[in-house]
C-alpha cells in the first residue's frame, strides 16, 4: 500500500524548533519530488516547501524561506521539515505529500499532490 | 507570488444539485491548475490535474474548466459525500498557491 506517515509534532515555545519526519512506503521515494503542505486552524491549505529527487533543489514559501529546512534520506525512505524559529503563525497541521507529475499528449507535465499523509500537529505557545 | 481567489468562500446546495467553484488567479496560468478535496479531520484529495483532467478513481459527476486566468470546477449531482472544502492550486511557478477554499454543505 502506498502509505505517507508524518510524526514529530508537538507543542514548542514561541522560538523553537522541531524537525518534522514523513516515513514513505508503497512506492520509490527516489522517483518523485515532494512537497510539505500545512493548514492552521480555521485556515486554508497553505504549500511550504518541495525538494527534487536527489534533493539538489528545494522551494520554499516566503513565509518559511530562512527558517525552514526541506530535505530527504532516500535511503531510509524518508523526507523531513527542519522547522526553526518558531511563532504562533506557524501552529498547523504539517502534511507531507507525493508530488506527481501528470503529462499530456503534448509532453506538457503537471504537479499534482497525489498521495498524502495524516498529518502532525505543530502548536507554538508559551 | 500569484494569488488565487476562490468563491464563494462558501455554499449550501441540495443532494442532486449542480455547484461551481470559481478560481481565479491574479496573472496568467496557462492551464497549470488542479483541485484538491478536503474533509474535516482528513487529509486533503487530489481531484483534477491541468485544469480539466480527472485523476483516476474521481467520480465523473467531478470536472474542471478553465485557464489562464478563470477556472471552475463543477459538482454535478451532488452528492452527500461531497460536503467538504474545495480548493484550487497553481502550479504554474514558485511558490505554489492554493486558493483560501471553498466549503461546500450538502
Known amino acids: 500500500e502506498v502509505q505517507l506517515v508524518e510524526s514529530g509534532g508537538g507543542l514548542v515555545q514561541p522560538g523553537g524548533s522541531l524537525r518534522l519526519s514523513c516515513a514513505a512506503s508503497g512506492f520509490t521515494l527516489s522517483m518523485f519530488w515532494m512537497t510539505w503542505v500545512r493548514r492552521a486552524p480555521g485556515r486554508g491549505l497553505e504549500w511550504v516547501a518541495n525538494?527534487?529527487?536527489?534533493?539538489?533543489?528545494?522551494n520554499y514559501a516566503d513565509s518559511v524561506k530562512g527558517r525552514f529546512t526541506i530535505s530527504r534520506d532516500n535511503g531510509r525512505n524518508s523526507l523531513y521539515l527542519q522547522v526553526n524559529r518558531l511563532t504562533a503563525e506557524d501552529t498547523a497541521v504539517y502534511y507531507c505529500?507525493?508530488?506527481?507529475?501528470?503529462?499530456?499528449?503534448?509532453?506538457?507535465?503537471?504537479?499534482?499532490?497525489?498521495?498524502w499523509g495524516q498529518g502532525t500537529l505543530v502548536t507554538v505557545s508559551s | 507570488a500569484i494569488q488565487m481567489t476562490q468563491s464563494p468562500s462558501s455554499l449550501s446546495a441540495s443532494v442532486g444539485d449542480r455547484v461551481t467553484i470559481t478560481c481565479r488567479a491574479s496573472?496568467?496560468?496557462?492551464?497549470?491548475l488542479g483541485w484538491y478535496q478536503q474533509k474535516p479531520g482528513k487529509a486533503p484529495k487530489f481531484l483534477i490535474y491541468a485544469a480539466a483532467s480527472l485523476q483516476s478513481g474521481v467520480p465523473s459527476r467531478f470536472s474542471g474548466s478553465g485557464s489562464g486566468t478563470d477556472f471552475t470546477l463543477t459538482i454535478s449531482g451532488l452528492q452527500p459525500e461531497d460536503s467538504a472544502t474545495y480548493y484550487c492550486?497553481?502550479?504554474?511557478?514558485?511558490?505554489?498557491?492554493f486558493g483560501q477554499g471553498t466549503k461546500v454543505e450538502v
Open positions: 496573472q496568467g496560468i496557462g492551464n497549470d
Open positions: 525538494i527534487n529527487e536527489d534533493g539538489s533543489q528545494k
Open positions: 505529500a507525493r508530488d506527481s507529475n501528470y503529462c499530456d499528449r503534448g509532453g506538457h507535465c503537471y504537479d499534482a499532490f497525489d498521495i
Open positions: 492550486l497553481q502550479d504554474y511557478n514558485y511558490p505554489r498557491s
